[in-house]
């Protein structure tokens, strides 16, 4: 599904699933083209990206707007989309490597220019644009366009069912936002480079991949290399990507980040989402279909052991939620419902939109996973965003390195092995008279070791709320699906807004289920 996504009050100029083509690859002049560095004839790698991103961190922040004619600046969201590449002009397609490039045209949304190169033999040379090798619809534009113009941004394509059809596995395009996907899935949620005061009362800085450098692949490579020079107002970066596609898309990053100044908010492997609504709603959507969202829930791994799982919701303001842990394996935007009949959308297919897990590699220290929630009325926004910020605070000067890997993936198996939250329902308290001044939850929770207990197990809830008062819990066994469901009725008080509520499950002592956390909020 293509959608313009707005987030905050900023529009996002996140990518859409439009192509452009590529243009040939410029003659044996080495770059990096940037100019922020001295040119290497050989061996380029990650050391020379670090080197650039280093060297502009100590120059004043520039945008790369220009080249671009009016014609294409004012494209609206249609036009832009008639912009298709030649599928036969895919680079790599002729000599038949196991990844092909295509690319995306400047216009519309993505106005920055973005510069990218292929390294190949360890020489790295510019990939220029080329009128020539795009499909323009219905536009009517000159025959001569500059040729400094450059690109927008890039996709990977492979074939994952391993026959001649390549499928498209990764896209680059948009400030520092991207995407993947594995066997099976629909593009969904994207990833990015780095949030700087996401969610804040001032204006979000929006840093951009400004410059790509592409290792050209062997015949036998089962990997691709990808570096990006993050540019931003108060930060510089670089990054290397070491994708791999399998069944699960995945994907090992290392970001080294510079310092311009300091930065109030610093968010590391950002993840931006959307939840319109679903079964945790407690407002009305005019709407056909059950569900409608990228993600259902925030999921957190700490090394204590504990997991917590945070149920998303479109809020009527906006709010932010904070985890604090000294350390933790991961995080993620996850969508655990894959059941078509709760999404009812044969476009969008929401059903198949991957989770994307964060894998911390290393030691990342003290700090915090923020989960931002912006209220939408539509699901064209991505009104969702997660990322794990230090307690250290920024400075200018300083630098920063962190590893992970992202996994894109539909099924469950980087989640824990205990006990899962299924679903999270609420509506009005009561029983033959509705108390609309109280509120019922019903959380189900699922797992292996719950299924394996009998339904007269003692199973307990741990339950609490930051105010307010719960009744009438009940744990019990639902005989028809095996899982174990837990009742109880919330009454708020009238003074606090909003209400943390937190419960697991236990018998005998022993940790059952994650911790599944839940913010009420006034309606």
Do not use: C
């Not at 190949?120 to 534009?141: H, L, S, V």
């Not at 410059?211 to 290397?240: H, M, N």
Request: glycine content about 8%; proline content about 5%; aromatic content about 12%.
């Amino acid at each position: 599904m293509l959608n313009k996504r707005i987030h905050h009050s900023i529009i996002l100029t996140t990518f859409l699933l439009t192509a452009g083509a590529i243009g040939p690859v410029a003659g044996e002049n080495p770059v990096p083209s940037t100019g922020t560095a001295p040119a290497h004839s050989n061996s380029f790698d990650f050391s020379d990206v670090e080197g650039i991103a280093k060297t502009l961190s100590t120059q004043t922040y520039t945008a790369d707007t220009g080249g671009l004619p009016e014609y294409l600046r004012l494209l609206d969201y249609d036009q832009y989309r008639d912009i298709r590449y030649k599928r036969e002009k895919s680079l790599w397609l002729e000599e038949k490597l196991p990844f092909q490039l295509q690319f995306f045209h400047r216009g519309f949304l993505f106005k920055d220019r973005v510069k990218l190169n292929l390294i190949e033999g360890g020489t790295a040379r510019p990939i220029d644009f080329a009128r020539d090798y795009f499909d323009y619809g219905k536009n009517q534009f000159p025959e001569q366009m500059p040729s400094d113009m450059g690109l927008a941004g890039f996709r990977i394509l492979y074939p994952l069912l391993k026959n001649p059809q390549f499928d498209d596995i990764a896209v680059f395009q948009g400030a520092s936002y991207f995407r993947g996907v594995g066997l099976g899935q629909a593009y969904g949620l994207s990833a990015r480079g780095l949030a700087l005061d996401t969610g804040m009362s001032k204006a979000e800085e929006f840093p951009v991949f400004k410059e790509f450098w592409i290792e050209k692949p062997v015949p036998e490579s089962t990997f691709l290399t990808v570096y990006a020079l993050l540019d931003s107002p108060s930060a510089t970066g670089a990054y290397r990507f070491i994708i791999r596609p399998e069944v699960d898309l995945v994907m090992d990053v290392k970001a080294h980040l510079y310092l311009r100044q300091g930065v109030e908010r610093f968010g590391v492997a950002p993840l931006t989402s959307m939840f319109f609504h679903g079964e945790n709603s407690d407002r009305f959507f005019d709407d056909f279909r059950p569900e409608v969202h990228d993600s259902d829930g925030l999921l957190i791994g700490m090394r204590n052991g504990e997991w917590v799982w945070r149920p998303l919701n479109n809020p009527s303001k906006l709010r932010t939620s904070v985890f604090q842990g000294n350390d933790i394996v991961g995080f993620g935007l996850i969508q655990r419902d894959r059941n078509f009949e709760n999404y009812q959308d044969l476009e969008a297919m929401y059903h198949q939109r991957p989770s994307v897990w964060v894998e911390t590699l290393g030691t990342w220290g003290k700090g915090s996973v923020y989960l931002i929630e912006i209220p939408i009325d539509a699901e064209k926004y991505d009104n969702i965003v997660a990322f794990w910020s230090p307690d250290k605070a920024t400075s200018a000067g300083q630098e920063q390195t962190f590893d992970y890997r992202l996994h894109f993936q539909l099924n469950n198996s980087l989640q824990p092995a205990i006990g899962r939250t299924l679903a999270t329902r609420i509506g009005g308290s009561g029983t033959d008279v509705l108390i609309s001044s109280k509120r019922k939850f019903v959380v189900d929770f699922d797992g292996e070791a719950l299924r394996g207990l009998s339904s007269q197990a003692r199973v307990e809830a741990v339950l609490s709320a930051s105010s307010g008062k719960i009744s009438n819990t009940v744990v019990h066994k639902n005989l028809m699906t095996g899982s174990w469901r837990l009742m109880f009725d919330f009454e708020p008080d009238p003074d606090k807004d909003p209400v943390d509520l937190r419960a697991h499950l236990k018998a005998n002592n022993q940790v059952l289920t994650e911790t599944w956390i839940h913010q009420w909020n006034k309606p």
